[in-house]
């Protein structure tokens, strides 16, 4: 049972556009992660966020926790060739050390 | 630091042998994870350690599966007999104690792709 549903799947944009990648569960999450994957390489964490409504900046990029801690989304305002990657969320529930990853959302950014 | 260290990247081999994947952690972490990744299911956890003890083991998928910690400086992952199905990306991540937000980072390693024929 996949508890973190990830969509879109898939997205191919043109640089300079925006986009939003949404991360959704019915279970209630202490903590919720996101990473980006480079093909050949590990998952690499961008933000973690343990408040509901908690938003977080980092650079181009901003993450956003739901308030009831079941959500999250990730916006990207104008994307470039070097946001190309597969978009992970990861969510731990309370008084546990796992995470739990979602389905992923592959980003294509085309110059 | 060299971050977290898999050995080997690719492993080719066929079905019924055995297979031994290898992790070195981060120096310090006291948290180390195995995980497995392929197209149909994602990224799943199989095994993580706290202070070299399995604390979770229930992601292994069968018996055929095994985890080792012998010291904070290395573990195996080890799969007898392998089978077609077992063809993935394993990684292996480490982390150190949650910190005071109630989380922890974990840093993965680059993988080790599995091919079984």
């Known amino acids: 049972t996949q508890l973190l549903e990830q969509s879109p799947q898939f997205l191919s944009i043109q640089e300079g556009e925006n986009l939003t990648v949404y991360c959704n569960s019915s279970?209630?999450?202490?903590?919720l992660q996101w990473y980006r994957q480079e093909p050949g390489e590990g998952p690499v964490l961008l933000v973690t966020?343990?408040?509901?409504?908690e938003v977080k900046k980092l650079k181009r990029l901003t993450f956003q926790f739901g308030d009831a801690r079941k959500d999250s989304s990730l916006h990207i305002t104008a994307a470039q060739p070097g946001d190309t990657g597969l978009y992970l969320c990861?969510?731990?529930?309370?008084?546990?050390?796992?995470?739990?990853f979602g389905t992923g959302t592959r980003l294509k950014v085309l110059a | 630091d060299a971050g977290v260290i898999q050995s080997p990247r690719h492993e080719v081999t066929e079905m019924g042998q055995e297979v031994t994947l290898r992790c070195k952690p981060i120096?310090?972490?006291?948290?180390l994870f195995w995980y497995r990744q392929t197209m149909m299911r994602g990224l799943e956890l199989l095994i993580y350690?706290?202070?070299?003890?399995?604390?979770?083991d229930s992601g292994m998928p069968e018996d055929r599966f095994s985890a080792k910690m012998p010291n904070a400086s290395f573990s195996t992952l080890k799969i007898q007999p392998s089978e077609p199905r077992d063809s993935a990306v394993y990684f292996c991540?480490?982390?150190?104690?949650?910190?005071?937000?109630?989380?922890?980072?974990?840093?993965f390693g680059p993988g080790t792709r599995l091919t079984v024929t």
């Open positions: 991540a480490s982390s150190f104690s949650y910190v005071s937000s109630g989380s922890y980072e974990q840093y």
């Open positions: 279970s209630v999450f202490s903590s």
């Open positions: 966020v343990v408040t509901g409504g």
């Open positions: 990861a969510g731990a529930r309370a008084g546990t050390y796992k995470y739990i």
């Open positions: 120096s310090g972490h006291d948290y």
């Open positions: 350690f706290n202070n070299n003890v399995p604390i979770d």
